[in-house]
């Protein structure tokens, strides 16, 4: 039997942790700037800077998907790390992409990813509060009852949050940040999904195989 590398995939609350074989190469690796502190997203929302800045080493390990798509787990952020800019900082990331995927999904092109260059990123996140940018009260993020400035113009700072992971979005869909863009760094012929894909199943035993696939659709209706 080959010997395997392990490493841990964090999809919250559960700890998943995935075995390769050695030889394993991944599709695809990218990297691309998620946001800028400074930057409101086309939701009318930003997070708090100095909790963000604290937070940036949580983004690794956690997983990747494909269009927001819950079961389209394809791979995983391998680096976070942030840019100093005269407005702020920018928050960059490295993933890679080894197209592992949990069910068949026909409305998802895979073997486009990143090919002409369009791709994009979008963040997943949680969060418990929202705080005002004009009058700095800060409510439950399900509240019914805000202020004025909130209900009226919508923007609201997250506090208290937890980033779950990070979507490839693929045109024509748009994300909610803009220049969230993706640079592939490394690419494989995409035929080799077909090949990869059986082949990664079948070094997992039944049990290891229904084990994961129940964990990880019980932490996506968890986050849901
Ligand atoms: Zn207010």
Known sequence: MKDRISFEVEILPQHITFSLEEDF????????????????SLN???????ELMDKIDSFVNKPVNV???????????????????????????????????FEE?????????GEDGKLYLSLEAY????????????????????????????????????FSGVALILPP????????????LERKDLSWIYRITPHFLSTL??????TLHNEVHRAYEQLR
């Open 205 to 210: 035993s039944d049990e290891e195989l229904k």
């Open 173 to 184: 869909k748009k994300p909610a940040i803009p220049d969230a863009s993706v640079t592939v």
């Open 127 to 162: 969060f418990k509060e929202v705080e005002c940018p004009v009058c700095h009260k800060v409510f439950p993020a399900n509240s019914g009852n805000m202020c004025s400035h909130i209900k009226n113009n919508g923007k609201v700072i997250y506090r208290n949050f937890i």
């Open 25 to 40: 190469t991944p599709i695809m690796r990218f990297r691309g700037k998620v946001l800028s502190s400074w930057a409101w």
């Open 67 to 101: 269009n927001h798509t819950p079961d389209a787990v394809v791979g995983y952020i391998s680096k976070a790390w942030k840019e100093d800019t005269d407005k702020g900082f920018e928050v960059w990331i490295e993933g890679v992409v080894w197209l592992y995927i």
């Open 105 to 113: 999904f026909s409305d998802l092109d895979l073997k486009k990813l």
């Open 44 to 50: 009318n929302s930003k997070f708090d800077p100095e």
